[in-house]
C-alpha cells in the first residue's frame, strides 16, 4: 500500500510537472515567433521557416516535448481520471504567463477561471480514485479482455467510423461537435494505449523482456493509428471554427471520455465512497467552468477597475433592458391630466383672441 501511495505521488507531481512544461512552451514559442516578426523575418503562417535558428522556438519545443514525456510517465503511476483532467493547469499557466511575458492583459473573467481552475484540480487530487493494481503487461492483457471493456471499444471504433464516413462529410463543416467527437471517443482508447506502454517500459526497466510480448506492439500500433486520427480531426475543427470554441468544448469531451474508459477498464470508481464520487466529478466541474471563463472571455476588456464603470453604464443605459423602477401613474391622474391638458390650451387659445380682437 505505501508504495502504491509512492507511485500516485509520482504520478501527481509528473502530471503537474506537465501541465507547467507545456503551458511555458507556447509561451516560448510565442515569444521566439514574435521576435523574428520584429526583425522582417517571412512569418510561420506564410510559410517561412526562419523560427528554426530562433532559440526561443527551440526551448518552447524542448519544453513541450519534455511535458509530453512527464505526461507519458504520468499515466503509468497515477490513475487516468487524475493525468487526464490536470492538464487543464497547462492552459493556466499558459494564461498567467501570457500576461507577464507578452503583455496580454488577463481580465477579470480569466482570473476567476483560473482561480477555479486551481480549486477544482485541487478537489480532485483529494478525492481522486484509487485504481486497481495492475504492474504488468500481463495484468494489463486480463483487463483487456473483460467484456466490459470489449462492448466499450467495439462502440467506440463503431461509433468513431459512423461519424467519420457518414455524419462528417455532411455536417464536419457546420457543427463544431462532430470533430471533437471523433477526437474525444478515439482519445479515449490512445490514453488506454499509453497507460498500458507506461507500464511496460516501467517492466522494461526492471529487466522484464516485455519486447517480446505481442501485446506491447499492439499497443504501440493502436496508438499511432489512433494519435493519427485525433491530430487530423483536431486540426480540422481548429481550421474552421474559433480556437476559444473548439479548446473548453475538446476539454469537456476528452476528458469525460478518458473518465468513461478508465473506470470501465480499471474499475476504479467501485472502490470510491460517496464522498469521493462527489469530490472528483465536482472538482472535475469546476475545471470545466474555469476554463469556459478563460476562454469563452478572453477578447472582452473587463477588469476591476472597470466595474464600476460597467455599473454605472448598466443603470442609465440599460443593456439588458431593465428600467429603474419609477411610480406608474394610476389612471384617475391620467385621466384628469388628459382633461387638464386641452383646458390649458383652449385658455391660452382665448387670451390670444382676446389680445388680438381690439
Known amino acids: 500500500m505505501d508504495v502504491h501511495r509512492v507511485d500516485f505521488y509520482i504520478g501527481l507531481s509528473l502530471a ?86 507578452l503583455n496580454e492583459r488577463l481580465n477579470v473573467h480569466g482570473k476567476i477561471g483560473c482561480l477555479l481552475c486551481v480549486l477544482g484540480s485541487t478537489v480532485m487530487v483529494i478525492h481522486a480514485p ?44 457546420k457543427n463544431v461537435l462532430v ?42 500500433i493502436c496508438l499511432v493509428i489512433c494519435v493519427s486520427v485525433q491530430i487530423n480531426y483536431l486540426n480540422k475543427a481548429l481550421d474552421i471554427f474559433n480556437t476559444s470554441l473548439v479548446t473548453p468544448i475538446y476539454y ?16 476504479e470508481w467501485l472502490s470510491m465512497n460517496t464522498d469521493g464520487v462527489v469530490g472528483t466529478i465536482s472538482g472535475f466541474f469546476t475545471i470545466i467552468l474555469g476554463i469556459f471563463l478563460l476562454h469563452a472571455f478572453k477578447d472582452i476588456t473587463f477588469t476591476w477597475d472597470s466595474l464600476p464603470l460597467y455599473l454605472r453604464k448598466g443603470r442609465l443605459g440599460f443593456p439588458c433592458g431593465h428600467q429603474p423602477y419609477v411610480a406608474l401613474p394610476t389612471h384617475d391622474v391620467q385621466a384628469a391630466e388628459e382633461i387638464k391638458l386641452p383646458r390649458e390650451g383652449g385658455s391660452k387659445g382665448g387670451r390670444g383672441m382676446h389680445q388680438r380682437a381690439p
Open 16 to 101: 503537474l510537472s506537465s501541465s507547467i512544461f507545456i503551458g511555458a512552451s507556447f509561451i516560448l514559442k510565442k515569444k521566439g515567433l514574435l521576435r523574428l516578426a520584429s526583425k522582417g523575418s517571412t512569418r510561420a503562417g506564410q510559410g517561412g521557416y526562419a523560427y528554426l535558428k530562433e532559440w526561443l522556438w527551440w526551448a518552447g519545443l524542448i519544453s513541450m516535448g519534455a511535458g509530453e514525456a512527464a505526461n507519458f510517465a504520468a499515466y503509468a503511476f497515477a490513475p487516468a481520471t487524475l493525468v487526464t483532467p490536470l492538464g487543464a493547469l497547462s492552459v493556466l499557466v499558459s494564461a498567467v504567463l501570457s500576461s507577464y511575458f
Open 130 to 173: 484509487q485504481e486497481e493494481e495492475v504492474a504488468s503487461l500481463s495484468a494489463m492483457a486480463e483487463k483487456l479482455k473483460d467484456p466490459g471493456f470489449i462492448v466499450f471499444a467495439v462502440c467506440v471504433v463503431g461509433s468513431s467510423l459512423v461519424l467519420i464516413f457518414a455524419v462528417a462529410p455532411r455536417f464536419g463543416q
Open 179 to 220: 470533430y471533437i467527437l471523433i477526437c474525444s471517443v478515439i482519445g479515449s482508447l490512445s490514453v488506454s494505449c499509453v497507460k498500458g506502454l507506461g507500464i511496460g517500459i516501467k517492466e522494461l526497466f526492471a529487466g522484464t523482456a516485455v519486447l517480446k510480448d505481442p501485446l506491447f506492439w499492439s499497443l504501440v
Open 252 to 267: 469537456v469531451f476528452f476528458t469525460t471520455s478518458v473518465m468513461t474508459c478508465s473506470a470501465i477498464l480499471f474499475k
